[in-house]
Structure formats: structure tokens, C-alpha cells
């Protein structure tokens, strides 16, 4: 799928160059010859605008209104963005593995560090929200063995999949604990 986007990007490229060039054996003032190169120049700029317009941007609504944790949140949308960008513009296996792990081991210092302060504070949904995290921690290790397989193809949908992941998780499941922690005297 993915690479069939690419190929019919290079496509269009390819024809608006073409006709582009026929439209220049009309003369070098032909405004539709223009008018086609701006179109080849403009499709950086879209597909750039379109990778970004993708991407999470941190929302004061997904507080959890524990600074800490809030801290976590804005790293992994920070590190989970790196990934989308380092797959959109296939930038290198090197570089995409690395954002990949990064994403990955963040993921599992954000969930044991959040763990343990629920279970210091003893938060009484405290197992119902680890098998949560045990079950996101198994999902995305499946995405990291398909990847080692199938390589790039692998992590096609996955930096969407994860980004709902998250937001639903902060949204819903986390900002459950919020009144539990602060009662302890967190913030
Ligand atoms: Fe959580």
C-alpha cells in the first residue's frame, strides 16, 4: 500500500514534469507550463504540511494533573512523532530502528515508572490498569518482531495505531487515577 503511494507520487511527479516540458515547445511564456512546474515545486511543501497536520501535539486536556506523569505523556508524544517522521520520509533503516526502540524503551520506563507510583500510593485499580500496560508492552512487541522480518512494510499503520493507543489511554484509563494520587499529596 505504501509503496504503491510512492510510485503513483512519482507518478504525478513524472507527468507534470512531462507535460510540463511539452507545454515549454509552446514557448518559455506559457503560463500552463509554469503553472505545472509550481505544481511539482508545491508537492514537497503538501506532503510535508500532511506528515505534520498527522502528528500529536501535546493538549493542555490530556493532563493527568500530576506533573511527572505529564512529563512522560509530552516525551512519549515527542518520541512517538520522531518515529512517524522517520517512516514517512523513509529515512534509513538505521534511523527508523533507532526511533523505533527509543519509542519502545520510553514506552516501558513510562509504564514502570507510573506503575510503581499507583502501587506506592496504593491505587486501588492498580491491576486492572498494568494489564493494560502488560498487554500494550506484548502488541508493540509484536510490531518489533514483524519489523525484524518484514522490515519497513512492517510499520505501516502502527504510529497511528499507537497514537489513538495513547491518547485513549491518557483520556481514559489514566486520568482515573488523577483524584487517587492527589489525595496522596501528589501533583
Ligand atoms: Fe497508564
Not at 8 to 26: D, E, H, K, T
Request: proline share 2%; hydrophobic share 40%.
Amino acid at each position: 500500500m505504501k509503496k504503491l503511494k510512492t510510485l503513483l507520487l512519482v507518478a504525478i511527479i513524472g507527468l507534470l514534469v512531462v507535460a510540463a516540458g511539452l507545454g515549454f515547445l509552446f514557448g518559455f511564456d506559457n503560463p500552463v507550463a509554469w503553472i505545472l512546474i509550481g505544481m511539482v515545486i508545491l508537492i514537497p511543501f503538501i506532503y510535508n504540511w500532511k506528515v505534520r497536520s498527522d502528528q500529536l501535539v501535546w493538549k493542555d486536556s490530556y493532563s493527568v494533573g500530576i506533573a511527572q506523569l505529564d512529563d512522560d505523556h509530552r516525551k512519549l508524544i515527542e518520541l512517538l512523532n520522531k518515529f512517524q517522521t522517520a517512516y514517512e520520509y523513509h529515512t534509513g533503516e538505521e534511523f527508523e530502528r533507532k526511533a523505533l526502540e527509543e519509542l519502545v524503551d520510553y514506552t516501558k520506563y513510562h509504564f514502570d515508572h507510573e506503575e510503581k507510583l499507583l502501587q506506592d500510593n496504593n491505587y486501588p485499580d492498580f491491576a486492572a490498569h498494568k494489564d493494560q500496560h502488560v498487554a500494550m508492552i506484548a502488541e508493540v512487541e509484536r510490531f518489533v518482531e514483524d519489523y525484524q522480518v518484514r522490515g519497513h512494510e512492517a510499520l505501516e499503520g502502527v504510529a497511528q495505531y499507537l497514537q489513538g493507543w495513547l491518547i485513549n489511554h491518557i483520556n481514559g484509563t489514566d486520568k482515573q487515577y488523577t483524584s487517587h494520587l492527589q489525595e496522596k499529596g501528589l501533583n
